[in-house]
Every structure is written in C-alpha cells, then in structure tokens.
C-alpha cells in the first residue's frame, strides 16, 4: 500500500512575492481554483495581516473552492493569528500556519533572543491558533542551519502544543540533499510524538536544489511537500510542484502516491505564467518549451525507434496535446470557449463576447492562435481601468535613416500628441511617450519573451521602470513588437504611486 504525500501549493503566498508578479483577487481565484483542478492538497491563499488584499484574497478564495484545505500564513503574533482566523472564517478546511525563526543567526540578530525564549514563544502561537482551528502548521524558519539537536525540541515541544504539520525550511536554500535528507531523518527518529504530525519540506533554489533537497526529505519521512507552479518564489524560487508530482509518478518504486491529476500540469502552468506576466524559461524541466524537443540527430533517431530512448515522460500525461484543435479566423465562440475551459479559465458570457471580438481582430494579424495568445486576451481587460492609455502609434524605422515615432495618449479622457527620433523605433517611441508623461523615468529592463511560431506571433515586453526611488514592473503583448514595448511602459506608468 503506497504512502499519501500531501501537496501544499504556495503559489499564491510564496510565488506571488516575486517583483511584479501581484494578482488582484480575481486573477487568484482563477488561479486557486485552478489548483483545486489540480489536485492540490492545501492552497496557502495569502499572508492576512500583511495588507488588505491578501486579506481579502484569503476570504474570496475560501469561498470559491471546496475540497481542499485553506491555509494563512502567519508570525508567532497573536494579532497575525487573530486576523488570519478572521480570514478563514468562510473556508470550508482551514489552517493557520504560523512559526518563528530558529537558526541561532535568526534568534540572535532577527529577534534578540535566545533559545529557550523562542521555544517559549513557538509553543504559545500553536496553542493560541488552536483556539481557533484544529489544523495548525508550525514553520521553523531557517530550519536548513539550525542544528538538529535544538530542531528536535522545538519541533517536539510544537506537536506537544498541538501542532499538527511542522515544516522545516530550507529558508536560504543553502542544504545540500544528503543533509537535509538526514536533518528529517534524525527528526523522524528523535522527536518524542512524531507520529502525531506530519513533517513538510519548504526548499528554496538558490543553489539550484530545491527539488532535490524537497525529494531527499520525502524519502526520509517527510509527509507534505510545500511547492509552487512553474517552480516561481523569491529569488531564484521554491521547489516545481510539477517536478515533484512527476519524479513520483514516474518513480513507482517510491511507492507514494499524490493527489495531482498530472494532465491538468500544462494547461495550469500556461495560466500562471500569463496571468502573472513570468515566461517559463524554454529549458524548464517538465513544463518548459523544449522539454519534449530533440534536436540532437542521435536522439531524433531514437525517438522515432522507440519514443522511450529518451522521453522517459509521455507529453500527454502532463497535458502537452499535440493533436489540439487549432484556433484560427474561422473558430467560433464555442471552440474558443472549450479551449479556456481546457486551460483552465472560465469566462462569464459577456466577459467571453468581449474576448472574442479581441481574439477575431488578432486572428485577422496572424495565421494561428496558440495557448499563450488566447491567455493574453482573457487578461487584456486590465487595461480598462488604466488613467494613461494608448490612442495610435506611427513608427518610421529602416537602415541608413534615423527612427522618427509620433502617438496619441488618453490621460483621464483628455487627449495628448507628440514625435521624437531615437536611436532606433522603440528608443523613438519610448521618447515620444516621455514627452507627454513628463517625470524623471529610468528604464531599468527590458526584456522581450521568445517568439517561437513565426514572424507573425505575439511579442510579449516586460518592463522594469525607476520612478521616485520605486521600481514599477510593466507587460506588454500586441503582435507588434514596438507596440508591446509601449503599452509595457504604460503599463508601468498606470502603476506610479503619484
């Protein structure tokens, strides 16, 4: 009989602290429930007390899914743990999930403490989140450098409290597999009432082994894996979900088993990367764009002998169909509608009339429609809203000429024009918009994702903009590259705190 490993999805908490990655509470049930799809466990929805969003977020994704288990986040605060009760109140499973620093780095120079203090203060936020919900998770902050002697009292001394899951992060993402494979191991065998609870890895992939360190823990004892889609977190990001829920199925000798309908992974992966604006780089394992490519003449050779000599993955079990139906000019509303609904996206009646107009116009500029384009156009209403909006852009560009752009902008309903040259069409356009938007502005990056379907594609822009000491991150998208890379800028603008 296999072991049960419980997926916790911290997408929408740890995944959306990258930079301009911010959903709005919309964009997150979609996501969450998205998720729930998935097969996801636990979905860790938001950190209450730390804005009114997240807040709101919490109790809008709580009553928008089921079956799977409502996590908050918290500190070792009993105003943290007060808030995210409040938040949960609508979640049919809930759980609190709070903890402290125990690194002697953490309780020297983050709390000025000391050892038998923070145990104290552990102890005191379990049993006063077990007011309020039976399921309480305990995080050990920086458990990756704390030594495995003291680890075992606090997690001892949690359980004792009434914990029922304790994490044990690899906050820096400093361990290396063997050793945090056998920082579990020691606590499977030392913690007096171990089997009261479930132990969770939380891997971070600063050197690159976040999976590894998350997989090395789960065959050592570890019960619940804390995950993301597309693998995204602060920094260099947290442990793939998609990485995990297919080494185990592919694995069978590991005898666990995971909740994850491994057909839904793509279509999943595709919502988050659009809505969140984040390419998935084109190598990334499972999900990335060349990950059932071959391009090595040895290999292509293989593949058609026998499709096993180097894909040890099906395509269709993660969701990749090849044989998809492929949206064009002539596609009705029904085959645009089946394909969200494929990616997960379900659009109200009006929202979908509107998309389909957006999605005729781009089938008139280009031959076919792939997954990622009709993404874009189900977000495009973002746009509604915005103060600054693009009017018309004219564009002269060639070789032995300089680049010479003149647009129109709609600030608020009034209506602004102006040209410039720049040192090629994007510089001039960039310099014609500045002319308007008068304000000290730095164009900190600028990066265009990769266009793989033909001249004729989608170009999507993100953008890092300076103003007043902020960083503002901006997306773009039009088939029109120089186009993209304005409404990027604009998008940036949109978001300017004055």
Same mark, same amino acid.
């Given at each position: 009989?296999? &072991?049960?490993?419980?997926?916790?999805?911290?997408?929408?908490?740890?995944?959306?602290?990258?930079?301009?990655?911010?959903?709005?509470?919309?964009?997150?049930?979609?996501?969450?429930?998205?998720?729930?799809?998935?097969?996801?466990?636990?979905?860790?929805?938001?950190?209450?007390?730390?804005?009114?969003?997240?807040f709101n977020s919490v109790i809008e994704i709580s009553k928008a899914v089921?079956?799977?288990?409502?996590?908050?986040?918290?500190?070792?605060?009993?105003?943290?743990?007060?808030?995210?009760?409040?938040?949960?109140?609508?979640?049919?499973?809930?759980?609190?999930?709070?903890?402290?620093?125990?690194?002697?780095?953490?309780?020297?120079?983050?709390?000025?403490?000391?050892?038998?203090?923070?145990?104290?203060?552990?102890?005191?936020?379990?049993?006063?989140?077990?007011?309020?919900? &039976?399921?309480?998770?305990?995080?050990?902050?920086?458990?990756?450098?704390?030594?495995?002697?003291?680890?075992?009292?606090?997690?001892?001394?949690?359980?004792k409290a009434g914990a029922t899951v304790v994490n044990i992060p690899d906050t820096t993402g400093y361990c290396l597999p063997a050793e945090y494979g056998a920082k579990i191991k020691y606590l499977m065998e030392h913690v007096n009432g171990i089997e009261k609870a479930i132990l969770s890895t939380h891997c971070h992939n600063d050197l690159g082994m976040a999976t590894a360190n998350t997989m090395a823990g789960v065959l050592n004892g570890a019960r619940q894996v804390e995950v993301t889609i597309n693998g995204i977190g602060e920094r260099a990001g947290n442990t793939s979900l998609e990485e995990v829920a297919m080494i185990i199925k592919c694995h069978k000798d590991i005898e666990i088993e995971t909740n994850i309908n491994t057909q839904k992974i793509y279509p999943t992966s595709r919502l988050v990367s659009s809505l969140m604006n984040m390419p998935v780089q084109p190598n990334k394992a499972i999900v990335g764009r060349n990950a059932f490519a071959h391009s090595s003449g040895i290999h292509q050779d293989g593949v058609l002998k026998n499709v096993q000599t180097y894909e040890i993955i099906d395509p269709h079990d993660v969701g990749i169909d090849d044989n998809s139906i492929v949206l064009t000019a002539r596609s009705g509303r029904a085959a645009l509608k089946n394909r969200f609904q494929v990616l997960g996206v379900d659009l109200e009646q009006d929202k979908l009339d509107k998309v389909y107009e957006e999605f005729l116009k781009l089938a008139d500029k280009k031959k076919d429609?792939?997954?990622?384009?009709?993404?874009?156009?189900?977000?495009?209403?973002?746009?509604?809203?915005?103060?600054?909006?693009?009017?018309?852009?004219?564009?002269?560009?060639?070789?032995?000429?300089?680049?010479?752009?003149?647009?129109?902008?709609?600030?608020?309903?009034?209506?602004?024009?102006?040209a410039a040259s720049g040192n090629g069409?994007?510089?001039?356009?960039?310099?014609?918009?500045?002319?308007?938007?008068?304000?000290?502005?730095?164009?900190?990056?600028?990066?265009?994702?990769?266009?793989?379907?033909?001249? &004729?594609?989608?170009?999507?822009?993100?953008?890092?903009?300076?103003? &007043?000491?902020?960083?503002?991150?901006?997306?773009?998208?039009?088939?029109?590259?120089?186009?993209?890379?304005?409404?990027?800028?604009?998008?940036?603008?949109?978001?300017?705190k004055s």
């Open positions: 009989m296999s &072991d049960k490993l419980f997926i916790f999805d911290t997408t929408l908490r740890d995944g959306e602290q990258v930079p301009g990655c911010q959903l709005n509470t919309v964009e997150k049930i979609q996501v969450a429930k998205a998720l729930e799809a998935l097969g996801v466990d636990v979905i860790e929805a938001g950190f209450p007390i730390s804005s009114p969003g997240d089921t079956w799977p288990t409502i996590c908050a986040l918290t500190r070792a605060v009993q105003k943290d743990i007060d808030v995210a009760a409040d938040a949960l109140k609508f979640a049919k499973h809930k759980r609190i999930h709070t903890g402290i620093g125990t690194s002697d780095s953490h309780i020297k120079y983050k709390f000025n403490s000391n050892r038998e203090e923070i145990i104290e203060r552990a102890v005191a936020a379990v049993k006063y989140a077990r007011r309020y919900v &039976d399921d309480v998770e305990f995080y050990a902050e920086d458990a990756g450098r704390t030594d495995n002697e003291y680890l075992a009292r606090v997690v001892e001394a949690v359980i429609i792939n997954d990622d384009d009709i993404l874009v156009l189900a977000g495009a209403d973002r746009t509604e809203n915005h103060r600054v909006k693009l009017e018309y852009l004219q564009v002269t560009s060639g070789v032995g000429v300089r680049s010479v752009a003149s647009l129109g902008l709609n600030i608020s309903g009034e209506k602004f024009e102006a069409p994007v510089d001039a356009a960039i310099k014609a918009l500045k002319k308007i938007i008068d304000r000290h502005m730095t164009l900190k990056e600028f990066t265009i994702q990769a266009i793989s379907k033909g001249s &004729d594609d989608m170009g999507k822009v993100h953008m890092q903009v300076e103003y &007043d000491n902020h960083i503002y991150y901006g997306f773009g998208a039009n088939t029109d590259i120089i186009a993209a890379s304005v409404e990027a800028y604009i998008d940036c603008i949109n978001k300017f």
